[in-house]
Every structure is written in structure tokens, then in C-alpha cells.
């Protein structure tokens, strides 16, 4: 069965530094995909980034990369220089590449001080 | 482009009442997923749709909970009787075709904050 597990319910980080949100996940398929939403206090869940298992790079978009390490089973996520808005709930999430459910795990919170 | 849409915002009722929500997809979007997020965890797969047709429904409670897609796009989730454990948040979701490796991303509606007491 697979599973994600995302360890820290809650993190502070200072504004303008970097942040890395842990997620580790357990699967037997050998082909899958891993995800990061963001959810705001607003409700909606917004995509950030992907990262497919057969990948050789890890992905980067933007301020957010995902420091990919298939050994371990684990998919961090990376924020550098932190904003206010990206205090938020964040998700990880995987997808089996031969099915369609997405499987979340529980979240961290994710603060930002001044 | 017009994102997902879903309604009502927020929904109190009392327990046994029953209750539906609406979501309207990205147009084009083919598949179309109901979640269910309780307080403090992550969306849970409820069921999924690939175009009028179910795919996974296989942790819908169907006793009290059922959905549609009539003409492959709009959605209705209905549950009757709700219980107190239905207070939740119930998130629609769209995507294109996601088989395969690559990013297939799941675009998620604002969600229905149900409150049941």
C-alpha cells in the first residue's frame, strides 16, 4: 500500500530564509510521482511542484525545489527566502503512475515571521 | 482561465439532514475528483470520475454519501443522512488524463466547509 508521511505539524521559519518541509513516502511501485500542494487559509490546494521516480534532476520551479532522494524514500521540500504569504498548510502527495488517486499525507504548517 | 468551481462555500445542518454540493470543472478537463478533508489531515479520495464514468469509488461510503456527472461535466455529491464525522471540508478537483509519468497535476476547487450538528 502507499503511504506518505509528513512528520512536522508545524514549523516557524524567519522571513528571507530558507525552509525544508520533510515528507517520506512508501510505496512498491518502481513508477510513480510525487507532489507538493499549498494550502493557504483560504481552502484551495495550489500546486507547486512535481517529481516523476524515473527523473535523473530534481525538480525546481521557481523558489520551491524538491530535493528528491529515491534510496530513502523521501521528497523534501525546499523554499528558499521565505515570503509572509507562504505561511500556509503544505502537502505532500503521491501518484502511482498506473493509477489516478493521488494519496496526501497529513501536512505541515508552515509559519512566517517578520 | 476559469478555475474550478464549487458551491455553496460553507453549509451548517443538523445531523440526519441531508445536503448536496455542486462543482463545475476546468473546461476540457476530463477527470474529476471529489475529496474529503477532515480537520487536521490531508484530502482523502472519496471517488473519481474520467468523463460520466466512475473510476475509483472504493472509499465512498455508499450508504449515505453518492455522486454524479451527468454529460461528463458538472458534479453533484449528495449525502443523506449526514452524521457529526461528515463535518469536513469536501474539495473538488479536475485534471486532464493522468496516466504515466509527467506532471498531471490536479487542479483543486475552494471547497465546501460542511458543519454538521
Known amino acids: 500500500a502507499q503511504k506518505i508521511t509528513q512528520t512536522q505539524p508545524g514549523m516557524f521559519v524567519q522571513e528571507k530564509e530558507a525552509v525544508t518541509l520533510d515528507c517520506t513516502y512508501d510505496t512498491s511501485d518502481p513508477s510513480y510521482g510525487l507532489f507538493w500542494y499549498k494550502q493557504p487559509s483560504s481552502g484551495e490546494m495550489i500546486f507547486l511542484i512535481y517529481q516523476g521516480s524515473y527523473d535523473q534532476q530534481n525538480a525546481t520551479e521557481g523558489r520551491y525545489s524538491l530535493n528528491f532522494q529515491k534510496a530513502r524514500k523521501s521528497a523534501n521540500l525546499v523554499i528558499s527566502a521565505s515570503q509572509l504569504g507562504d505561511s500556509a498548510m503544505y502537502f505532500c502527495?503521491?501518484?502511482?503512475?498506473?493509477?489516478?488517486?493521488?494519496?496526501f499525507g497529513s501536512g505541515t504548517r508552515l509559519l512566517v515571521r517578520p | 482561465e476559469a478555475g474550478v468551481a464549487q458551491s455553496p462555500r460553507y453549509k451548517i445542518i443538523e445531523k440526519r439532514q441531508s445536503v448536496a454540493f455542486w462543482c463545475n470543472p476546468i473546461s476540457g478537463h476530463a477527470t474529476l475528483y471529489w475529496y474529503q478533508q477532515i480537520l487536521g489531515q490531508g484530502p482523502k479520495l472519496l471517488i473519481q470520475f474520467q468523463n460520466n464514468g466512475v473510476v475509483d469509488d472504493s472509499q465512498l461510503p455508499k450508504d449515505r454519501f453518492s455522486a454524479e456527472r451527468l454529460k461528463g461535466v458538472d458534479s453533484t455529491l449528495k449525502i443523506q443522512p449526514a452524521k457529526l464525522e461528515d463535518s469536513a471540508v469536501y474539495l473538488c478537483?479536475?485534471?486532464?488524463?493522468?496516466?504515466?509519468?509527467?506532471?498531471?497535476?490536479?487542479?483543486f476547487g475552494p471547497g465546501t466547509r460542511l458543519t454538521v450538528t
Open positions: 478537483a479536475s485534471s486532464f488524463l493522468s496516466l504515466g509519468q509527467g506532471v498531471r497535476e490536479q487542479y
Open positions: 502527495a503521491m501518484k502511482r503512475d498506473s493509477s489516478y488517486k493521488l494519496i
